[in-house]
């Protein structure tokens, strides 16, 4: 097997590997190791310097996962029972650790190219495969090319005006850097409070000279109650492996977080002070999970509202600072949950302020700090942290193209169109792992991943079989799939609040909901309904002319947006 060709695709004896898989982040340490135990050949592309993906990138103060650590791990026995986390919330250098352990002990790291960026790959029909090039020179050919790239990995680039001229050093929270970052003394700026900025912001106030905090939208940010980890708890998991596996997979979070179980008005008001108590209690994204109804009905979802209201004002003592910090115009669970580590007390800490910038607007970035319309702050150091490219982002910067020279996005201006989130019509043997329109960011990622993977997998062995060399969904299955992912979001809230999981299309203001909010074990139930059906709404070893026209994709995206 050679890891470094120049074959063309045509060569006799077919492409260089069976599967070409891009990121070795969780997706991908595990998409390489199940590939390789099906016996197919597999060559792993990865920017990075090493493996974790996005937990290889975002090294800044306070990263960890907001998943209890019990279930954000791969099921497999012994992986499970060798390894031991040491919190219930894990931090981001214990993750990488556990992400090298994998990928030693899957024996995966020697199929990827290390440090490589993937600059395209062209789709052959003549011979149905990918040639995958990279900026150091490859050119690879493969069967399948499976994007295990991540959802939230490009990160947003900070387009401020001005900020070239900073005259202070500036970091991404996305992109840290692998020295480290001193803050001793320094006047600190971060701006952005999502899921990275309230951990950061949380870590870096104990470190630095001052610390200023820029928010524009506030977020309803939920305490981790991390600690340690209940050892007994996890070695009765690692006692039961696969039966706990299979109750993630049954779960709608494909994690065992607790659920809901009565509407917020089948409660009388003790019964719901105790239930909102109890949640609150537990942490993080169970504040997500109290009623059935507080996704979908507004007087539900107004009470764990203000009750998440009420706690910031008991955390933060200055009244004027807690009003600011209190999300008031969108209903919780609307936006993705933060969840941190005392994020509302570092705002009672002398060397920490807040800038609104929602009603006082960055203005400028200048050399010697922030102009917003009221007056200048003075920095050293610039932290930002504003989120990724979100779905669209990483496929895009992977540049892949079919035999009509068309990329998958150009195919979604209108919103993502898949089937199962998984494939695109027009681009055969492309898997978008965790893509749109499957649970994707809804969901425990591992879950997600190895659910997604598993199902390539044996849809791979699937035409190896049959000898088939070319899959891609049906049009009309595919407009299904989307429909049905555009049905099930209609009646959330979520879907008419601005976040970075809803397309908006701008000239009608149209919205689609990006994942599929229906539940990983529906979404699971659906794929076993097509394996078993003998993949339906697959099509093998045919040309789909009619997916391949910009204008046929256009009237079909049109007639899916939801809203108005
Ligand atoms: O990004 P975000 P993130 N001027 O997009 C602000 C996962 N994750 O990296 O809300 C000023 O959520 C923006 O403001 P606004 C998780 O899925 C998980 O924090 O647009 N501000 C917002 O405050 C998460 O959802 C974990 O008004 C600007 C922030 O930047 C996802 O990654 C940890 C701005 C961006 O928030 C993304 O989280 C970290 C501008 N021009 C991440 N542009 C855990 O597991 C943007 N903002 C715990």
Same mark, same amino acid.
């Given at each position: 097997?050679?890891? #470094? ?36 050949? $597999? ?20 990263? +960890?996962?907001?998943? #209890?650590?019990?279930?954000? &791990? ?22 990488? +650790? ?51 790239? !991540? ?16 005259? /202070?050093?500036?970091? =991404? ?13 320094? +006047? $600190? ?12 912001? &949380? ?5 630095? !000279? ?6 524009? %939208?506030? *977020? ?22 696969? #039966? ?8 709608? @979070? ?39 109804? =507080?996704? %979908? ?16 004002? =008991? ?36 060397? $920490? &302020? ?11 970035? %200048? ?24 779905? %669209? ?35 055969? *043997?492309?898997?978008? $792992?965790?893509?749109? /329109? ?67 299309? +701008? ?29 339906? !709404? ?11 026209? !910009?204008?046929?994709? @256009?009237? =079909? ?5 939801? /809203? &108005?």
């Amino acid at each position: 097997m050679t890891t #470094e060709s120049t074959a063309t695709p045509d060569a006799e004896g077919g492409p260089d590997y069976d599967v070409i898989v891009v990121g070795a982040g969780l997706g991908g340490i595990y998409a390489v190791s199940r590939f390789v135990k099906d016996g197919l050949s $597999v060559f792993g592309v990865e920017a990075g310097a090493d493996v974790g993906g996005v937990w290889y990138h975002n090294r800044y103060p306070g990263a +960890r996962v907001d998943v #209890e650590s019990y279930f954000y &791990s791969y099921f497999d026995e012994d992986l499970y029972r060798e390894w031991q986390w040491n919190e219930r919330y894990p931090t981001q250098p214990e993750i990488l +650790r556990y992400l090298n352990f994998a990928a030693d002990r899957l024996d995966v790291r020697r199929h990827f190219r290390f440090s490589t960026w993937m600059t395209g790959a062209q789709w052959h029909p003549q011979t149905n495969s990918y040639t995958v090039t990279t900026d150091t020179g490859l050119s690879v050919t493969a069967r399948y090319l499976v994007m295990t790239s !991540g959802q939230l990995s490009k990160p947003r680039k900070p387009n401020f005006a001005g900020i070239d001229d900073f005259e /202070g050093e500036w970091y =991404q929270t996305s992109q840290w850097p692998e020295r480290g970052v001193d803050f001793a003394g320094q +006047r $600190v700026g971060v701006i952005g409070t999502g899921s990275s900025g309230v951990q950061t912001i &949380s870590a870096i106030a104990p470190q630095a !000279g001052e610390l200023v905090v820029f928010q524009r %939208t506030a *977020n309803y940010t939920i305490p981790a109650v991390n600690g340690a980890l209940d050892q007994q708890r996890y070695r009765q998991i690692a006692e039961a492996v696969d #039966e706990t596996w299979g109750e993630m997979l049954a779960h709608p @979070g494909g994690a065992l977080t607790p659920l809901p179980t009565r509407a917020a008005f089948d409660y009388t008001d003790t019964e719901r002070a105790e239930v909102l108590e109890k949640r609150w209690a537990y942490g993080g994204h169970a504040m997500n999970a109290v009623f059935t109804d =507080q996704g %979908t009905n507004m007087a539900s979802n107004d009470i764990v509202s203000e009750f998440v209201r009420s706690k910031i004002r =008991q955390l933060v003592d200055d009244p004027e600072t807690a009003q600011i910090l209190s999300p008031v115009d969108y209903p919780i669970g609307s936006r993705r949950l933060c969840v941190c580590s005392g994020y509302y007390e570092t705002f009672n800490r002398e060397n $920490v &302020s807040l800038v609104d910038i929602k009603n006082d607007p960055i203005v400028r970035i %200048t050399p010697t700090g922030v102009q917003t319309e009221s007056g200048h702050v003075d920095l050293d150091v610039l932290v930002f942290a504003i989120g990724f490219d979100a779905f %669209t982002g990483a496929l895009d910067n992977a540049n892949v193209a079919n035999e009509h020279g068309s990329h998958p996005s150009d195919s979604w201006k209108r919103g993502p169109r898949t089937y199962l989130g998984l494939m695109t019509t027009g681009f055969p *043997n492309l898997f978008i $792992v965790t893509g749109p /329109g499957s649970p994707s960011v809804l969901i425990n990622f591992f879950a997600g991943n190895v659910q997604h993977i598993d199902f390539v997998a044996d849809l791979i062995s699937y035409m190896t079989a049959h000898e088939y060399t070319r899959v891609e969904p049906d049009l009309r299955a595919q407009d299904a799939w989307t429909q049905h992912v555009a049905d099930v979001s209609s009646k959330l809230l979520r879907l008419n609040v601005e976040n970075y999981m809803v397309h908006v299309n +701008r000239d009608d203001n149209t919205r689609v909901f990006m994942p599929y909010a229906g539940g990983l074990s529906a979404y699971i139930a659906r794929c076993d309904e097509i394996v078993a059906s003998g993949y339906e !709404g697959f099509v093998f070893d045919e040309t789909i002319e009619s997916a391949l026209t !910009g204008a046929s994709l @256009g009237l =079909q995206a049109d007639s899916v947006v939801v /809203g &108005s």
